[in-house]
């Protein structure tokens, strides 16, 4: 894409090159039609520059697939100029079109900064067409900070994120092992019931965002912003249902020394977790094969077995501090 982009940008200095002397703009050109394919590397079909003429208008350009050259040129009389915006189909430009006899012709401001892509083409409009008169609500940027939708949905991205960090790792007294989060995380049930809430939910996400007159690059960003926080908090959500629900407290189950720091539950028909202990072997080396050792779980009906930290890490934590 580097090579390709830098090709490009050869041709297109060649091609301004004579224009010395000129007022003219760098552009990128479409066809409605080549916008409404469904397969397209690119939003841009061809590239070249709007040349002011007085009272005409010079669209000068070659096509990125051939490199077959373009030349239009237009009474001002004759064209009229829409504002198209920026879609989620056309890529991260705002676009205009050029509708003349000739048919119509989508161009937008060749800007590498896609974030002044909106101000180089009103600028360009203007510079072209100064009788033109802009909608400024229209033409302006929008504000995320201005929509109570939008502003709701990042409340509720930071609200899942910081639920996610903090109630997994400073108030939560309850942890489920890496064996039963990476058995969550890869069964293929529980992976198809993802990827369909996250794709239902963003949908629905998308649609009320867009009934609240968010634009739609805005409020793709926002889903794809929503969606991994809403996915990050299910497990820590999950697992606050299921204590909710215990209809008992934590309990102490049976485990069985099978080596140092390993631990499988006596009666497997359980569906405990075996247990691995990497970081305390010193704490475990004092306990010998074979022999039995009670961690308590807190069990619910969502089948999550929760490792109860007040009642486990005592012993733990007595014997690191008597080693001091």
Same mark, same amino acid.
């Given at each position: ?211 609240? *007159? ?8 926002? +889903? %794809?912003? $929503?969606? =991994? ?5 299910? /497990? !820590? ?12 407290? *934590? ?8 080596? +140092? %720091?390993? $631990?499988? =539950? ?5 569906? /405990? !977790? ?51």
């Amino acid at each position: 894409m580097l090579w390709q982009n830098r090709q490009q940008k050869k041709l297109q200095d060649a091609l301004v090159k004579p224009l010395r002397g000129k007022r003219f703009w760098r552009i990128h050109l479409a066809r409605p039609s080549y916008h409404q394919r469904f397969w397209r590397f690119s939003p841009v079909e061809a590239t070249g520059a709007l040349i002011d003429e007085d009272d005409k208008i010079r669209f000068l350009g070659f096509r990125l697939s051939n490199k077959q050259s373009i030349d239009i040129v237009l009474n001002k009389s004759d064209v009229t100029i829409q504002w198209l915006g920026r879609q989620m189909s056309k890529g991260p430009f705002y676009w205009a079109e050029c509708v003349s006899p000739q048919g119509s012709l989508l161009f937008c401001a060749d800007n590498r900064n896609v974030l002044e892509s909106r101000s180089a083409l009103r600028d360009m409009l203007a510079g072209a067409f100064p009788a033109l008169e802009f909608d400024e609500e229209k033409t302006a940027d929008f504000a995320l900070e201005k929509s109570p939708r939008s502003v709701a949905t990042i409340v509720a991205f930071f609200g899942l994120f910081f639920f996610s960090m903090i109630d997994s790792f400073a108030i939560n007294r309850y942890e489920l092992t890496d064996a039963q989060i990476a058995s969550l995380i890869f069964s293929p049930p529980v992976m198809a019931a993802a990827l369909l809430a996250t794709g239902t939910l963003g949908f629905v996400t998308f649609q009320w965002l867009r009934r609240g *007159s968010v634009p739609s690059m805005e409020s793709w960003g926002l +889903v %794809a912003l $929503l969606m =991994p926080a809403l996915l990050g908090a299910a /497990l !820590p959500g999950a697992k606050r249902v299921d204590q909710w629900l215990a209809g008992a407290p *934590s309990q102490e189950y049976r485990y069985r020394i099978v080596a +140092v %720091a390993r $631990l499988e =539950p006596v009666d497997p028909a359980l569906g /405990l !977790p075996v247990m691995r202990f990497p970081r305390g072997k010193d704490y475990w080396q004092q306990f010998p094969v074979g022999s039995e050792y009670a961690i308590p779980f807190l069990h619910g009906p969502m089948g999550l077995w929760q490792l109860d930290h007040e009642l486990f890490d005592p012993p733990l934590r007595k014997f690191y501090e008597q080693k001091k």
